[in-house]
């Protein structure tokens, strides 16, 4: 099947910025999403990007897509302790059926 | 907040058994997705319904279940529990069922199946 890659884990120092990458591999992907997992809550929605988008920015948060390599990544510039979360990338063609990465748990030390 | 609720928020119960969850949907979506989230299979979309119908289907068990409701709001029926069905249940909701159309989460239920 169609995969969606993370790396697990990124720690980084209060105040540094965060880069947070995903591989996907179904080319006909249309949208890309960000989702934030705090811990015992549910996921909350970032940001998402067209397939047709190379880059997308929406305050501390910037999602660059690379189509042709099919990596998607998220910067937050001055990352802050409050950032600390598990966050998903995922693709879908059309919403029906969105496919998740396994997370990648931020740490950010103070 | 993302507007969608899900109830009950944890639940505990024995294998064999059955146990339905409930979603409602954010006030003017049609879209419901049910997913769910293990250790072991990490985020896994269930089934997807649409004004009342089924409109998509992914790894969903027989066991398993759903429908949604003229109200929109919609249930998950979990019958003959495993040990492995233990995960956390989400429910989503978008305006319409395609076309990029933002999905919203809610918090999930945490089933434990002992």
């Known amino acids: 099947g169609e995969d969606v890659e993370q790396s697990l884990f990124l720690s980084v120092r209060e105040g540094d910025s965060s880069v947070i990458n995903c591989t996907y591999t179904d080319s006909s992907s249309t949208y890309l999403y960000w989702y934030k997992q705090e811990p015992g809550a549910g996921l909350q929605l970032l940001t998402y990007i067209f397939s047709n988008m190379d880059m997308k920015q929406d305050q501390r948060l910037t999602v660059l897509l690379n189509k042709k390599d099919k990596h998607l990544s998220l910067r937050i510039a001055d990352t802050q302790t409050g950032d600390s979360a598990i966050y998903f990338c995922?693709?879908?063609?059309?919403?029906?059926?969105?496919?998740f990465g396994a997370g990648t748990r931020l740490t950010v030390k103070p | 907040d993302s507007g969608v609720t899900q109830t009950p928020k944890h639940l505990i119960t024995a294998t064999g058994q059955r146990v339905t969850l409930r979603c409602s949907p954010r006030s003017g979506d049609l879209s419901v997705y049910w997913y769910q989230q293990s250790l072991d299979q990490g985020l896994q979309f269930l089934i997807q319904?649409?004004?009342?119908?089924?409109?998509a289907k992914g790894n969903i068990l027989e066991r398993f279940s759903a429908q949604q409701f003229p109200d929109l709001h919609s249930e998950l029926n979990l019958s003959s529990l495993e040990l492995g069905d233990s995960a956390l249940y989400f429910c989503a909701s978008s305006v319409a069922g395609n076309s990029g159309n933002t999905i919203y989460f809610g918090e999930g239920s945490w089933l434990t199946v002992v």
């Open positions: 995922a693709e879908s063609k059309n919403n029906n059926d969105m496919r």
């Open positions: 319904y649409y004004n009342g119908e089924e409109r």
